[in-house]
């Protein structure tokens, strides 16, 4: 004889695993979405105590959100540097042309300008390296902007650091 009858743990069970698989989010789920936007690096140990739940099912409903792009990524949020330095946030490179020789009369007219952290006289087509900080991308542009209109610079061309590998 065939048991017709569905008992009502199974039932819910039945429900859960229905609105999981079809996309479905949840109280539960908008409950994870929060705390994981207000602490990304959150353990599960620690999801799981706030959302009264076992580790492996927040780590399947991690798993589904993700699949089901409601989570597309995890990011670190940087704060202002500690470590006493400027709050700089862009580096590039420059490389120099000098429309006049000797060099030294027109790198001292910007020798001391605080936006130069670096600079380097090199051989080859080029006259020179320097390496800049600044606030933004516009700041680089009346950076370069000012250096170009120093009499003797010939030509300024810049490369935003991306990434530094040696830091």
Known sequence: ??????????????????????????????????LLCRNARMTLTALAQELA?????????????????????????IGERQDGGDDDSLMAVLSLTFSQRPCLPVVEKFRHWPEITNYYSVTGPL?????????????LARLVDRLSAVAGVGSVRSAVVLKADFD
């Open 53 to 77: 739940l076992s580790r492996t099912a927040v780590q399947a409903r991690m798993v589904r959100l993700e699949r089901d792009k409601v989570i597309v990524g995890y990011r670190a949020v």
């Open 127 to 139: 006259d020179a390296y320097m390496v800049v900080r600044v606030h933004s991308a516009q700041d």
């Open 1 to 34: 004889m065939s048991k017709t009858a569905v008992e009502p743990g199974e039932m819910i069970e039945n429900q859960m695993a229905h609105r999981q698989i079809g996309g479905i989010r949840d109280s539960i789920d908008e409950k994870l979405v929060t």
